[in-house]
């Protein structure tokens, strides 16, 4: 069974400019959830989705947004980058209604310049 | 403010000996969840171990396991036989039972020494 897959894995975008990150959950779950993290702030939620809807966001301006497709796989965009939002991003997938663990892609590593 | 805190930014276990992680929560909710996550050089999130916190018995999964004190709102991990793949950062993490949005520490770093 493939895991979570992250597209692109390094990115390199320059400050003003926006960035779309890709994830493709677990085949047959229907929850994503992003995260941010970065070595000052550590791990923190972005946004979750749950077919098609999100379900819950995290304390982040409005630059950042995201969706989920019918077929779960997510997307989350980056709207007039800035330097501090140089981060690794991290998606995870949930097999939503058992409350078991979420399971992680290998992220993609954003780089603002 | 619903946290968790890691007041051990790093810790050192020499191979094939124990070594407790520590973690403390803040939540006003009664139906929740907590876990440990690994995160090795490849950055990639790997469950250690998860607890239930209407369950009063410590989860374990092999050399890992955890002691729970719902009253005190602590979560420590203990690594049994230590190895030197468990070398990595360790999250603690919690979150509330029917969402995933989980709330991390900061994050142990394990070495450990041959």
């Known amino acids: 069974k493939a895991g979570v897959t992250q597209t692109p894995r390094y990115l390199i975008k320059t400050r003003g400019q926006q960035v779309t990150l890709s994830c493709s959950p677990i085949?047959?779950?229907?929850?994503v959830s992003w995260y941010q993290q970065t070595p000052g702030q550590g791990l923190q939620f972005l946004f979750e989705?749950?077919?098609?809807?999100?379900?819950n966001k995290g304390n982040f301006p409005g630059r950042f947004s995201g969706r989920q497709f019918s077929n779960s796989r997510s997307e989350m965009n980056v709207s007039t980058l800035e330097l501090g939002d140089s981060a690794l991003y991290l998606c995870a997938s949930s097999l939503y209604g058992v409350n078991t663990e979420a399971f992680f892609g290998q992220g993609t590593r954003l780089t603002v310049v | 403010a619903q946290t968790v805190t890691q007041s051990q930014p790093e810790m050192s276990v020499q191979e094939a000996e124990t070594v407790t992680l520590s973690c403390t929560y803040d939540?006003?909710?009664?139906?929740?969840?907590l876990f440990w996550y690994k995160q090795p050089p490849s950055r990639q999130m790997i469950l250690v171990i998860r607890?239930?916190?209407?369950?009063?018995q410590n989860a374990t999964e092999n050399r890992f396991s955890v002691n729970f004190q719902k009253a005190a709102k602590s979560f420590s991990l203990k690594i049994s036989d230590s190895q030197l793949g468990d070398a990595a950062m360790y999250f603690c993490a919690r979150c509330t039972s029917g969402t995933y949005k989980y709330i991390f520490g900061t994050g142990t770093r394990l070495k450990v020494l041959a």
């Open positions: 989705y749950f077919s098609e809807t999100q379900r």
């Open positions: 085949s047959g779950h229907r929850s």
């Open positions: 607890q239930e916190a209407y369950k009063q």
């Open positions: 939540t006003s909710e009664s139906d929740y969840y």
